[in-house]
């Protein structure tokens, strides 16, 4: 009774995260040109992305310490809300400062994914959990692939202006926030006594702390995270700084990369980690990231660009669950919800220095972001080398 329970779970889960997603990819592709609108320089830009993940960096571990003391199912539903809020806010968006208030405002909201992890970490065994984790990365896929192809032709709708991308953001949320209340299950569960699951921050950092394998994955999962955030702000401006491509095609660019996220994240991931283990396939996975951010660097054609982007989506397709399952197994049980939510804070400041970087050096030359973001898969390589493959008895 309890598989298929935890199945539906994890399958209502998934569709949580996916539409979630969605709106977010909605807004993706279209950010950088209404930044632009407005006056914004590649720079400024980049803050716009830095500011949302900039409140996801606090906020994260607060709601996955406060999902470990009240349960998943709550905050999940909290934070859906709150997204739907922010895109209202950007839909109604009439300046610059009312952008950045509607990207703080989804900080808050978007802060979640370390509770959703949580929660596969609560119904999965460990050797499965990059599987699982990999439902969490096929969202993150998905949503790219539907969003902002989405946000391209919803711009079509309101040219000049965020109504229509926003208020279908919105609307998708709060859809989403409806059908969790009415059906998403409680992972945790009941016979774990309320006080042995809660702590804070500092004990997170204090587990971090005693374990070179945590700090290890942490690192390594803090430069990855910045190689690939360098696209954010920067993609939709190169392709229309040096292709002469407008918002809908920005959306297929960005549509590429999640299908291609998709198919490894969804499929080879599942089928590689139980032979090759998390850490072989981390390793690989560095190289065709490595290469097309190098690749975009230089493009000129389209074919070029594209062959970029797919060797990027294979390379962050294949480290993303890798190092988040390597993270999760290095981790007690009791610990799974702040140390999670100390991965995603990580990859918050990630995405608080890198797109803020990225825009600068974009503002430089526009292949300049994509060098730098070679530069710190190498970096992420070196942490890697020093990773051990956790065995099949986890802690």
């Not at 050797?127 to 969202?139: C, N, T, V, W």
């Amino acid at each position: 009774m309890q598989v298929p329970a935890r199945r539906a779970g994890l399958g209502l889960l998934f569709l949580a995260v996916l539409v979630d997603l969605i709106g977010f990819g909605i807004v993706l592709p279209v950010l950088p040109f209404y930044a632009s609108d407005f006056g914004a320089s590649g720079f400024q830009t980049g803050l716009l992305y830095a500011t949302y993940s900039l409140v996801q960096l606090v906020m994260a571990p607060l709601w996955g310490r406060f999902s470990d003391h009240v349960g998943r199912r709550p905050v999940i539903i909290v934070g859906l809300l709150g997204s739907a809020l922010a895109y209202t806010v950007f839909a109604r968006a009439d300046s610059l400062a009312l952008l950045f208030l509607s990207r703080a405002v989804g900080g808050i909201g978007g802060s979640t994914i370390p509770v959703a992890q949580a929660y596969i970490a609560d119904v999965t065994p460990p050797g499965h959990r990059a599987g699982g984790l990999g439902l969490i990365g096929a969202a993150f896929g998905l949503g790219f692939v539907v969003g902002p192809a989405l946000g391209g032709i919803l711009h079509g709708l309101s040219p000049g202006s965020p109504a229509a991308p926003g208020y279908t953001a919105a609307a998708l949320c709060l859809f989403n926030a409806l059908a969790a209340l009415a059906w998403l299950p409680e992972s945790r569960r009941p016979g774990i006594p309320r006080a042995r699951s809660r702590f804070n921050l500092g004990a997170a950092l204090a587990e971090a702390g005693k374990s070179r394998q945590i700090r290890l994955i942490l690192a390594g999962y803090l430069c990855i995270t910045m190689a690939f955030a360098t696209l954010q702000p920067t993609l939709p401006l190169l392709a229309s700084e040096r292709f002469g491509m407008g918002t809908r095609q920005a959306g297929y660019l960005f549509a590429l990369l999640g299908i291609v996220s998709v198919i490894v994240q969804g499929g080879l991931v599942r089928r590689l980690v139980p032979r090759f283990g998390e850490l072989r396939v981390l390793r690989a996975s560095g190289i065709p990231l490595c290469l097309g951010l190098l690749l975009l660097s230089a493009a000129t054609t389209t074919p070029l660009l594209l062959c970029g982007l797919v060797l990027v989506g294979i390379g962050y397709g294949g480290s993303i669950p890798s190092v988040l399952a390597l993270l999760s197994r290095a981790t007690r049980p009791k610990r799974q919800g702040a140390v999670l939510g100390l991965g995603q804070s990580v990859g918050s400041l990630a995405r608080v220095l890198s797109p803020a970087l990225a825009g600068a050096l974009f503002d430089i030359r526009l292949g300049l972001p994509y060098v730098a973001g070679a530069a710190l898969m190498l970096t992420a390589v070196i942490f890697v080398v020093g990773l051990a493959q956790p065995g099949e008895a986890d802690p």
